[in-house]
């Protein structure tokens, strides 16, 4: 309606187009990982607001701390190389190249949580991809995180290391926890 009369537009030549997962997780099955450490993926091409530069300074503090987990990343080889220069981060990260968004589920069913530390987003399929395919999701506590996961997130502050470590320890030593924000997700979906 707004739009509308901002715009002088009739209201019938617009519509909202609602986001959600895609089609290739409707029957992908609901897998848990087999990974031996707890995995922690970030679906996403590089984009500077996706945040990427946090996670080496993340994985020291949790290498610190004895946390057991790795990341699984999708970025091309290229841009993965500029920002995870150093070998003692990289052992802690599984970088799985671009991911074809009708594929991407099978990464969904190898992890154990999603991150999302982006500092500016509008929507993120991401989100209802994790809810979808039953798994915690940590992300920036930011107004569009919260709009879109309500309580079905464990949030962070995005440019603070020590705060995003902090929640990953939590919801890692806590079952009960990541049990609650995926029946959250489901909610929410």
Same mark, same amino acid.
């Given at each position: 309606?707004?739009? $509308? $009369?901002?715009?002088?537009?009739? #209201? #019938?030549?617009?519509?909202?187009?609602?986001? +959600?997962?895609?089609?290739? &997780?409707?029957?992908?099955?609901?897998?848990? $990982?087999?990974?031996?450490?707890? +995995?922690? =993926?970030?679906?996403? !091409?590089?984009?500077?607001?996706?945040?990427?530069?946090?996670?080496?300074?993340?994985?020291?503090?949790?290498?610190?701390?004895?946390?057991?987990?790795?990341?699984? &990343? +999708? %970025?091309? $080889?290229?841009?993965? /190389?500029?920002?995870?220069?150093?070998?003692?981060?990289?052992?802690?990260?599984?970088?799985?190249?671009?991911?074809?968004?009708?594929?991407?589920?099978?990464?969904?069913?190898?992890?154990? !949580?999603?991150?999302?530390?982006?500092?500016?987003? +509008?929507?993120?399929?991401?989100?209802?991809?994790?809810?979808?395919?039953?798994?915690?999701? %940590?992300?920036?506590? =930011?107004? &569009?995180?919260?709009?879109?996961?309500?309580?079905?997130?464990?949030?962070?502050?995005?440019?603070?290391?020590?705060?995003?470590?902090?929640?990953?320890?939590?919801?890692?030593?806590?079952?009960? =926890?990541?049990? #609650? %924000?995926?029946?959250?997700? /489901? /909610?929410? =979906?």
């Amino acid at each position: 309606n707004k739009l $509308s $009369s901002a715009s002088k537009i009739a #209201e #019938e030549k617009i519509m909202v187009i609602g986001n +959600t997962y895609g089609g290739a &997780f409707e029957n992908s099955g609901m897998k848990k $990982s087999k990974n031996t450490k707890f +995995t922690i =993926l970030f679906v996403s !091409a590089y984009y500077q607001h996706k945040n990427f530069e946090i996670i080496p300074a993340v994985i020291k503090i949790l290498k610190s701390r004895n946390i057991d987990c790795q990341f699984m &990343f +999708t %970025l091309a $080889s290229e841009k993965f /190389q500029q920002i995870f220069k150093e070998d003692d981060v990289k052992k802690y990260i599984i970088n799985a190249g671009p991911a074809n968004p009708s594929e991407s589920y099978k990464l969904y069913q190898q992890s154990d !949580a999603i991150i999302m530390p982006s500092l500016l987003e +509008t929507f993120s399929a991401n989100y209802p991809e994790a809810m979808k395919m039953q798994k915690p999701i %940590l992300s920036s506590d =930011l107004p &569009f995180a919260k709009n879109i996961c309500g309580d079905a997130a464990l949030y962070f502050d995005p440019k603070n290391a020590v705060d995003i470590a902090n929640k990953i320890s939590e919801l890692i030593e806590n079952k009960k =926890l990541q049990e #609650e %924000l995926i029946n959250e997700g /489901q /909610q929410v =979906l």
